[in-house]
């Protein structure tokens, strides 16, 4: 909730002039949220939504693409609130706009975003039925179906799901290819193709599709709905080629990605956490620093039998990468970062202790009480804040908090960065 504004406890000898009431709801819907979705959708105005079931990162990937997709099919992103995937279950869901500044991402973009809570009423009771469309059903090469998701349950929704055709996938030809194609999915919601699309594959006039899984509750098989499109998954969606987001050509971070800034209030937060980890004053200029994400957790499955001591990084591989960002500012840049926050999920003490022994600076969320204070979600944001503030940044191979994290620094810092790899003794050798 926003807190009172000063002016309210001020009294005016002239009474001020009459304010221009802001609009109480988008105008890209009908009005305030109703109880069934498709009430409040404007009949000149078509949607895009996904569902995010990737781990909160992965999440965030998915909603920037979503955007994108709906910018090239000319239609209004609708986000759902972020699910718990990555904590406890039971905390409550958040949505984007409560992490990022959406509406200077409206304005600076020109795109058309909205939330489901300005469609649907949040405590609406209703489940809606709709048919959407599976990425995951046709890219997954284990199979089994379209991707398990809590936020169509969280927007009380119960979709029927039809594969993409085939030719969506980056490399139709390729089992093991998980990626889909922007504009075969933008295709879709385009009248002849998706036309062509649903009679090929069945569809024409009574829409009865084998291939479409049936809904959770009522077991409808509904056909992908046009007037509100939606995905079950948009984490490996690319327009060229796979894991785009490592590259910087990649198109849903140039026109979107790179225009989600944080929350003017969570970067406060975030400031006021690292200005007391520099011994800084509130007044006080936050210096250049590098920042440091070590990923370790669940990243093990992919250590093929190898011990954690084996398999991870050491610290010096981050001290060696470290110094190379700080020499790389200083002769480039001409910036002196000495200061270097370091980041983790790593739990071992012995682990923290060789961080404090280099010197590095760390922010304990359990000491802090971060989550207490300010909600589960609380210490996962603030790091990827602290890692964004940094003007050189050091991460983990293959995690896409590190990669994230990375494209902010370079974006909005002009920073430097490297990543640590892993896997196997000496994998950061060089």
Request: proline share 8%; glycine share 6%.
């Amino acid at each position: 909730m926003e807190p009172e504004s000063v002016w309210s406890s001020l009294n005016f000898s002239k009474q001020p002039e009459p304010k221009v009431e802001e609009p109480l709801w988008s105008p890209w819907v009908v009005g305030k949220p109703t109880r069934h979705f498709r009430d409040n959708l404007r009949n000149d105005t078509k949607y895009v939504t996904a569902w995010a079931p990737g781990g909160w990162t992965n999440d965030v990937m998915s909603y920037f693409n979503i955007i994108y997709l709906a910018s090239i099919s000319n239609r209004v992103a609708i986000l759902p609130p972020f699910e718990p995937s990555h904590m406890p279950l039971d905390a409550p869901p958040m949505t984007f706009s409560e992490i990022f500044d959406l509406p200077r991402l409206i304005e600076e973009t020109r795109m058309r975003v909205i939330e489901f809570w300005d469609v649907k009423d949040p405590q609406s009771d209703s489940v809606d039925d709709i048919g959407c469309w599976s990425t995951w059903a046709t890219a997954n090469p284990s199979g089994g179906g379209a991707r398990p998701s809590g936020n169509a349950n969280i927007a009380k929704l119960d979709p029927s799901y039809t594969p993409v055709p085939r030719d969506a996938k980056l490399h139709p030809n390729l089992d093991g290819d998980w990626h889909v194609k922007f504009w075969s999915l933008a295709a879709l919601m385009y009248p002849d193709y998706r036309k062509q699309m649903t009679q090929e594959m069945g569809f024409p006039d009574a829409y009865d599709f084998n291939a479409t899984i049936p809904s959770q509750r009522h077991q409808h098989t509904l056909p992908p709905d046009d007037h509100l499109t939606c995905f079950d998954f948009m984490y490996f969606v690319s327009a060229s080629r796979g894991l785009e987001y490592e590259y910087d050509y990649s198109p849903a971070w140039r026109s979107v990605g790179t225009y989600a800034r944080w929350h003017p209030k969570l970067l406060e937060l975030a400031e006021h956490y690292l200005r007391r980890a520099f011994r800084l004053s509130p007044a006080e200029e936050i210096p250049p620093f590098v920042s440091v994400h070590a990923r370790h957790g669940e990243f093990t499955m992919w250590c093929k039998g190898l011990p954690a001591k084996e398999c991870f990084a050491p610290l010096s591989a981050y001290a060696r990468r470290v110094k190379e960002v700080q020499d790389e500012l200083r002769e480039k840049k001409g910036i002196t970062a000495t200061k270097v926050l370091f980041t983790s999920d790593e739990t071992d003490p012995e682990w923290w202790a060789g961080v404090k022994e280099l010197g590095w600076i760390s922010i304990n969320h359990d000491d802090e009480e971060t989550e207490d204070r300010y909600g589960i979600w609380y210490s996962v944001l603030l790091d990827a804040i602290f890692q964004s503030l940094g003007t050189g940044f050091v991460g983990t191979d293959r995690s896409t908090f590190s990669l994230i994290a990375r494209r902010r620094v370079i974006d909005w810092s002009g920073g430097v960065w490297r990543d640590v790899k892993w896997g196997r003794p000496g994998a950061d050798d060089h």
